[in-house]
């Protein structure tokens, strides 16, 4: 059974920082793209970020630019979310996805196999 497990989500004070992971298990996505999207209470689930399967492509949402970096472990089958600067806005639920092939996307869509979520607070 294939299974994205998100952890390290929490409740922090705006301008700190925090570092989701998800890890894979099932199957290997060492060579697919992986991507964070956010939703927040009745709102739609948006894209974070995005990192292709060898790990040289990235894309992010201009939202989060300069303060979240994603990155991989493929030896780990593990994605990463580092986040900084928080800011209340960035308070959502986060969800890992994954996708069959290797090129980066920003919809959600493209994305064949996702986790259950972490919740992200940011308090002000």
């Known amino acids: 059974q294939v299974q994205l497990v998100e952890s390290g989500g929490g409740l922090v004070q705006a301008g700190h920082s925090l570092r989701l992971s998800c890890a894979a298990s099932g199957r290997s996505f060492s060579r697919n793209a992986m991507g964070w999207f956010r939703q927040a209470p009745g709102k739609e689930r948006d894209f974070v970020a995005t990192i292709s399967g060898s790990g040289i492509s990235t894309s992010y949402a201009d939202s989060v630019k300069g303060r979240f970096t994603i990155s991989r472990d493929n030896a780990k089958d593990t994605v990463y979310l580092r986040m900084n600067s928080l800011r209340p806005e960035d308070t959502a639920v986060y969800y890992c996805?994954?996708?069959?092939?290797?090129?980066?996307?920003?919809?959600?869509?493209?994305?064949?196999?996702w986790g259950q979520g972490t919740q992200v607070t940011v308090s002000s």
């Open positions: 996805a994954a996708r069959e092939a290797s090129n980066v996307r920003s919809i959600a869509s493209a994305y064949d196999y």
